[in-house]
């Protein structure tokens, strides 16, 4: 069973990031931010849009894309890019033996070309109109999360409410 990992290219607002930290803490996935930021990296201006669960959330920084590539070198890399030619779902990932990192990138540029071609082969896209440009960075993390998952029977995440208990909407 491989890690999930969520891997943040240089973002440029916070809010994505809080949102993003918000889905990997629910989703028991790691976040990896590669710096630079486009933001102050400060749990102030992270705390609203994580519902405050950017204190729960595995994260690691990075100087830069080497210094990510350096540490996870043994891990199986997906990158999400409007150029992909297939949806995520195309790829078995239950026969991904390594961690999975799902790379996202800039809000404002994507992942940078010469990334993107050294690896086409594992790029994907999420389907849309063809009016349509991108989705919000974070709706795309939870997307593409949620499909990995799903292929993984959702790990050993809960698939009921607990708080109130599995049969609160029994009569």
């Known amino acids: 069973m491989s ?3 969520i891997v943040l290219y240089e973002p440029e607002i916070a809010e994505n990031v809080g949102s993003t930290m918000r889905t990997c803490f ?3 996935s790691k976040l990896h931010i590669i710096e630079p930021t486009g933001f102050i990296f400060d749990h102030r201006f992270l705390a609203r849009s994580s ?3 950017h204190k729960h959330c595995e994260y690691e920084l990075y100087d830069d894309w080497q210094s ?3 540490k996870n070198e ?3 890399f997906f990158y999400l890019t409007r150029y992909g030619n297939k949806p995520i779902s195309d790829f078995d990932l239950k026969e991904v ?3 999975i990192f799902f790379i996202f990138g800039r809000e404002s540029t994507g992942i940078p070309k010469d990334i993107l071609i050294d690896n086409i082969d594992n790029c994907f896209r999420i389907p849309m109109v063809t009016e349509g440009r991108s989705l919000n960075i974070s709706n795309c993390v939870a997307i593409v999360v949620y499909e990995g998952l799903r292929q993984y029977d959702y790990l050993d ?3 009921f409410e607990t708080q109130k208990g599995k ?3 029994k009569k």
């Open 3 to 5: 890690k999930i990992n």
């Open 26 to 28: 629910l989703t028991n």
């Open 51 to 53: 519902a405050n669960t």
């Open 68 to 70: 990510f590539c350096q």
């Open 74 to 76: 043994n891990g199986k």
């Open 97 to 99: 033996k390594e961690d």
């Open 157 to 159: 995440l809960c698939k």
């Open 167 to 169: 049969d609160y909407l």
